[in-house]
Nanobody, 125 residues
Framework: EVQLQASGGGLVQAGGSLRLSCAAS????????FGWFRQAPGKERERVSC?????????GYVDSVRGRFTISRDNAKNTVYLQMNSLKPEDTAVYYC?????????????????WGQGTLVTVSS
């Protein structure tokens, strides 16, 4: 059974830091790329950051968090992290991790995604 267990959320003051963790199980962790998403009340879910599955790791960030957030992965621990520094009230949201994979349907590559449960981050002003 595929499981993604996110943790590390909480209440922090503006300017503070949190580190989110996403522990994965039930699939071959090394073969998957991962992403962190967030959803604030009344807003659509957005991708905050992503990290590739390749040996030459590539990372991506949405403009609003670039320079403040850092995504990383520990293949030995099957865990993905999101280090969040200089937090702002607008970072308040439920944060979700997701694992991306490619499967071939009739020879055509199709991207699939497993979702974990969310962890709430609240940044007070």
């Amino acid at each position: 059974e595929v499981q993604l267990q996110a943790s590390g959320g909480g209440l922090v003051q503006a300017g503070g830091s949190l580190r989110l963790s996403c522990a994965a199980s039930g699939f071959n962790f090394d073969d998957y790329g991962f992403g962190w998403f967030r959803q604030a009340p009344g807003k659509e879910r957005e991708r905050v950051s992503c990290i590739s599955s390749h040996e030459s790791i590539t990372r991506g960030y949405v403009d609003s968090v670039r320079g403040r957030f850092t995504i990383s992965r520990d293949n030995a621990k099957n865990t993905v992290y999101l280090q969040m520094n200089s937090l702002k009230p607008e970072d308040t949201a439920v944060y979700y991790c997701a694992a991306d994979y490619i499967e071939y349907v009739g020879g055509t590559p199709v991207v699939g995604r497993h979702w974990g449960q969310g962890t709430l981050v609240t940044v007070s002003s």
